[in-house]
């Protein structure tokens, strides 16, 4: 089992930065594939971005390629999403995930809400 805790969202202005972290406890984080997710109002969750277990691979949104960078610290447990240029249409609850495969995850965190305002 593992757990998962969100922090680092808020409100910013359109062109702003934040940094998203994901705390993990439990089970040896560093063996699954990490990810972020989001979901706007009335809308789907959506992938965001990908990173295996090494922290080697990623994948992104064509949305947020050259914006997001997602990373990871397996001697801390974390996986972080340094978001930057933001945008009202990147205003969202921002979910990190953990799974076996970077498609395929099975361990949610609560969320947390990040806006952006125009």
């Known amino acids: 089992q593992v757990q998962l805790v969100e922090s680092g969202g808020g409100l910013v202005q359109a062109g702003g930065s934040l940094r998203l972290s994901c705390a993990a406890s439990?089970?040896?984080?560093?063996?699954?594939?990490g990810g972020w997710f989001r979901q706007a109002p009335g809308k789907e969750r959506e992938f965001v971005a990908t990173?295996?277990?090494?922290?080697?691979?990623?994948y992104y949104v064509d949305s947020v390629k050259g914006r997001f960078t997602i990373s990871r610290d397996n001697a801390k447990n974390t996986v972080n999403l340094q978001m930057n240029s933001l945008k009202p249409e990147d205003t969202a609850v921002y979910y990190c995930?953990?799974?076996?495969?970077?498609?395929?995850?099975?361990?949610w965190g609560q969320g947390t809400q990040v806006t952006v305002s125009s």
């Open positions: 995930a953990a799974g076996a495969t970077m498609t395929q995850f099975h361990y």
């Open positions: 439990g089970r040896a984080f560093s063996a699954y594939a």
């Open positions: 990173i295996d277990w090494s922290g080697g691979v990623t």
